[in-house]
């Protein structure tokens, strides 16, 4: 336990000493506006149920994936990027440390 967090702590620190490395846009709402978000699935289609049931399209949606991510998964994970892309809709991802 105490070498994974060890491992993850100084994985942060050298992310933090690291100079960037590319830039981007920051990701905020109109003035004025809200930004929309959801979860709940794993599909384009599931991105479209959300709004359809919010009556609001979401800004962003929710993806949660483990830390010890396969190659496999990380496989997976791209095609949820294409799903959201599709939708126009932003990624967030909710990473689990198990």
Known sequence: MLRGL????????????SPAA???ASFKAPHGKILWGG???????DIRDFDRQSGLHP?????FISWNGSESALHWLSFRFADAKAEKA??????SPE
Not at 6 to 17: H, K, N, P, Q
Not at 39 to 45: L, V
Not at 90 to 95: E, G
């Open 59 to 63: 800004a962003l949606y929710n993806y």
């Open 90 to 95: 932003a990624v967030m991802l909710s990473i």
């Open 6 to 17: 060890a491992v993850v702590t100084l994985s942060i620190a050298a992310f933090a000493a």
């Open 22 to 24: 590319a830039s981007a």
């Open 39 to 45: 979860q709940g699935g794993y599909s384009a289609g």
